[in-house]
């Protein structure tokens, strides 16, 4: 069975890059201190955490919620924000609460991204150059970059590097 992804539509079709349009979703986001690995680790458990019963339903009964990819990792202010997209049959009103304050859950507007599609390992050094090389397609579009970059991981981790995927996700303004 395939694992649900958030809804888009791809608007320039430029392998390795393209420009999405994504329909709005919900996230159960989380922010971690500390360099990328250890934060990713953290914030992975804490949002695994939520949808595997960390949670309490309005029914007063804790509830397993489906695994859904990507996990995304982008930086903030001296931490990183960790969020997994719910299921699309979910909403904030059908979600149930997290038990964990540090989770918490939000609406994410439609909104359009610039993506590079890249596999192995997601090091400082392959965010970096995939980074760069994103940005540079986004100024060859005149495109305008309205936010930072995102890393978007679709795998688990034991996932073969040579068949992970991996994006660079930068929100654009078309």
Do not use: C
Not at 15 to 42: H, I, M, N, Q, W
Not at 127 to 139: D, N, V, Y
């Amino acid at each position: 069975m395939a694992i649900e992804e958030p809804a888009f539509s791809v608007l320039i079709d430029d392998k390795p890059y393209e420009l999405r349009r994504y329909e709005g979703y919900v996230v159960a986001e989380t922010l971690v201190s500390g360099d990328f690995d250890s934060a990713s680790r953290a914030g992975f458990r804490r949002i695994a955490g939520y949808i595997f019963g960390d949670n309490q339903a309005a029914s007063g009964t804790q509830r397993n919620i489906a695994m859904t990819a990507p996990v995304t990792v982008e930086p903030q202010d001296n931490a990183w924000r960790l969020h997994f997209v719910m299921p699309s049959a979910e909403s904030l009103a059908t979600l149930p609460k997290p038990n964990n304050p540090e989770v918490r859950l939000r609406t994410v507007e439609p909104h359009f991204v610039a993506s590079i599609r890249f596999s192995g390992f997601t090091t400082a050094s392959s965010i970096e150059a995939q980074t760069r090389l994103l940005q540079s397609w986004i100024t060859k579009q005149k495109l305008e970059a309205i936010g930072q970059a995102q890393v978007a991981r679709y795998n688990d981790p034991f996932t073969l590097p040579w068949n992970r995927r991996n994006e660079i996700l930068i929100p654009v303004k078309p």
